[in-house]
């Protein structure tokens, strides 16, 4: 559930801030800011710093406590997960002002907007770029980012976010997600603070968490990765000579995903090699997140012991 956003009654200082603090920096030193000392996310800042991705609101401050606007937080979603155009998306517009009713196509931001827009972030079309983002919002768009990036896995145990009750099903699910994932955390009480405005210094660590974990899961060496799925082959007798194989994939994320065989291809040494890729969830569609598996059923001849690939040649464990 979205809440009504404010502006800081310093509305040039903010813009100024957000213009040095969010747009893409280049050939940015690695000095450490001045005022990170303490900072749980100081190591994390610099980082993001040294790599370009985000600047300070000076030379040498950060300003880790400040609140972040609409068009910085976009743009440390678009730039820490290096998001790319994609012109080909939605109407192949070109302008971010197609999308959006307040943004300048000459603004710094523009290109950020525009960039999450044919990314698939759920942005409405009367964003303020200039309105505080809160917690629970920056959570939600960098769980869209990062699932643009492609597939992965995730083992969704229920976290009780005690102060979550009032969030829209779209919104905890994004939650569960970077809890799970270790991307964000409660505080000590099982808080979240959905509402609040995240800080400058909540948003960069959550920023650089996500990119690690994009590079470590999703991306390795610029190419998608597969994960290795826990499944397990089940031979049975069907009739004269044939055997029908279950193939099972455990462990996974929520009752959404399916599984579907691609090929099979069979060795001269009776090996059948069951390829299978799972299927992404419905977009939009919300289940329920427990731990599921799903299966599916193919036939092979009699004699033959089946092996479970994934469809890009990673093999999972497997069981006859």
């Not at 083992?155 to 991307?183: A, C, F, R, W």
């Amino acid at each position: 559930m979205k809440k009504p956003l404010f502006i800081n009654n310093a509305k040039k200082m903010t813009i100024a801030c957000g213009i040095l603090a969010a747009s893409l920096s280049f050939g940015a030193s690695a000095f450490a800011f001045s005022d990170l000392k303490g900072d749980p996310a100081e190591a994390k800042i610099n980082s993001l710093h040294k790599e370009g991705i985000i600047n300070g609101v000076d030379k040498d401050k950060f300003a880790p406590k400040s609140k972040v606007s609409f068009a910085q937080g976009i743009q440390f979603i678009v730039g820490g997960l290096n998001l790319s155009p994609k012109p080909e998306a939605g109407n192949g517009s070109s302008k971010a002002s197609d999308y959006f009713d307040k943004v300048n196509d000459k603004s710094w931001y523009a290109s950020a907007f525009l960039t999450a827009k044919q990314n698939g972030l759920s942005l409405d079309r009367t964003v303020d770029p200039n309105g505080t983002i809160t917690r629970a919002q920056f959570a939600h768009l960098l769980t869209q980012a990062l699932q643009s990036k492609g597939n992965f896995p995730v083992t969704l145990m229920y976290v009780d976010i005690k102060d979550g009750d009032k969030l829209s099903p779209e919104v905890i699910n994004s939650l569960q997600i970077l809890l799970n994932t270790h991307i964000a955390t409660l505080d000590k009480n099982g808080n979240f603070r959905p509402n609040d405005a995240i800080t400058r210094s909540e948003a960069a660590a959550m920023t650089y968490d996500a990119a690690a974990f994009a590079k470590r899961v999703i991306v390795s060496n610029g190419n998608p990765t597969t994960p290795t799925y826990e499944t397990e082959v089940t031979l049975t007798k069907a009739g004269e000579g044939v055997n029908k194989a279950t193939l099972t994939v455990n462990n996974l994320p929520h009752p959404g995903y399916g599984l579907v065989i691609e090929r099979i291809e069979f060795g001269k040494d009776k090996t059948a090699v069951i390829y299978f890729n799972v299927t992404a969830p419905e977009p939009g569609k919300m289940y329920a997140q427990v731990i599921s598996k799903a299966s599916v059923v193919t036939y092979l001849p009699e004699g033959y012991k089946a092996i479970a690939k994934s469809v890009s040649g990673s093999t999972s464990s497997a069981t006859q």
